[in-house]
């Protein structure tokens, strides 16, 4: 599954918002849906498998985005983890006394049929070193201007603005404003980033505009998953 899907975002969204009384199970489920196809965790319809989750004590959703070398969300085991940074997404569903992690993969059936199908691991406690949303949107703006500063002081044709940049990022209801702010515009920047060009550049400009790239992309990642844990963000503080 690419990481620029959006399946596990919106399972996270979307569930979260069901957990907490905010979207019926239909809608949740629709939504995730939407993203990606028809949705099955083993060999269980998505709606089904919630529900089956719920009574089993599910408390939240958490997202992950990892990238090779850091692993955004992730707590082991290491069959979870590798997975999870080979889809660049996973979902981990915390219950009352274990946690289990979701991961992507296309569902391919006969000729016609594309879904997903979510790959259901172990997962390990969850990560308290993430950023809040407040943290997370503060690194955000950190990033976008050392990156500007950057890019711009290598010579050298510079990539193209696109026409467009897609629209996303989008939480479900009862996500606060602010994360619905962050949320979308790290969706359009994860989108910038991906037209970035290296072509006609010198060695020592490519690793300049690699290295702020890197940097903004992991700042994208962390203001992503910060969003879609804010619904519960008042909650843990208090």
Not at 85 to 106: C, E, F, M, S, W
Request: proline content about 7%; glycine content about 10%; overall charge negative.
């Amino acid at each position: 599954m690419r990481p620029e899907s959006t399946v596990c975002s919106s399972l996270v969204a979307w569930g979260n918002a069901w957990l907490a009384g905010h979207a019926s199970l239909d809608e949740a489920a629709d939504h995730v849906e939407a993203a990606g196809g028809p949705v099955v965790a083993g060999d269980v319809p998505l709606r089904q498998y919630l529900a089956n989750l719920r009574v089993g004590g599910l408390r939240e959703l958490r997202l992950a985005l990892p990238a090779p070398g850091d692993p955004l969300g992730l707590s082991g085991p290491a069959p979870f983890n590798a997975a999870a940074v080979d889809a660049g997404q996973a979902a981990i569903a915390v219950l009352d006394d274990r946690n289990l992690g979701l991961v992507p993969t296309l569902d391919r059936r006969g000729s016609s049929y594309v879904g997903v199908r979510l790959e259901v691991h172990d997962s390990g406690p969850v990560r308290h070193d993430l950023p809040s949303l407040a943290e997370a949107e503060r690194e955000l703006s950190d990033a976008m201007r050392s990156a500007t500063e950057a890019l711009t002081s290598v010579d050298g044709p510079m990539p193209g603005r696109p026409d467009r940049l897609d629209r996303g990022g989008e939480l479900a209801p009862g996500y606060p404003a602010r994360a619905h702010r962050v949320s979308t515009l790290a969706t359009r920047l994860a989108s910038a980033l991906s037209l970035a060009d290296e072509r006609g550049l010198t060695s020592g400009q490519t690793a300049v505009r690699g290295a702020a790239l890197r940097e903004l992309d992991r700042a994208v990642r962390r203001a992503l998953v910060a969003a879609h844990h804010a619904i519960f963000e008042p909650v843990r503080n208090m």
